[in-house]
């Protein structure tokens, strides 16, 4: 099993950054890729970004691409999503995901995910 942890959501002005952290325990290394996706008020939950642990290859879904980026610390087992140029339309629950064996933007595909952590962007 892989435990997951996220935190540092919070509530920023438009035009702002934060910086969320997804950390691993347990059973890392089976881990291949994690991944961001994030589920506002009313809406189905959706892809953001995911990275794999071993080469760092990245993938971003277009609402994000360019203001938000993706990394990893493999000596921490952390995950990173810095989110930058903040629109309220961010505004969800983000939650973090991990994958065994594949890079991926399907929720479905993906085993073991943290509790989520609210951001909150104000107009």
């Known amino acids: 099993q892989v435990q997951l942890v996220e935190s540092g959501g919070g509530l920023v002005q438009a035009g702002g950054s934060l910086r969320l952290s997804c950390a691993a325990s347990?059973?890392?290394?089976?881990?291949?890729?994690t991944a961001w996706f994030r589920q506002a008020p009313g809406n189905e939950r959706e892809f953001v970004t995911t990275?794999?642990?071993?080469?760092?290859?990245?993938y971003y879904a277009d609402s994000v691409k360019g203001r938000f980026t993706i990394s990893r610390d493999n000596a921490k087992n952390t995950v990173y999503l810095q989110m930058n140029s903040l629109k309220p339309e961010d505004t969800a629950v983000y939650y973090c995901?991990?994958?065994?064996?594949?890079?991926?933007?399907?929720?479905?595909?993906?085993?073991?995910w943290g509790q989520g952590t609210q951001v909150t962007v104000s107009s």
């Open positions: 995901a991990a994958s065994r064996s594949l890079f991926t933007l399907t929720e479905g595909e993906y085993d073991y």
């Open positions: 347990g059973r890392t290394f089976s881990v291949y890729s």
């Open positions: 990275i794999t642990w071993s080469s760092g290859s990245t």
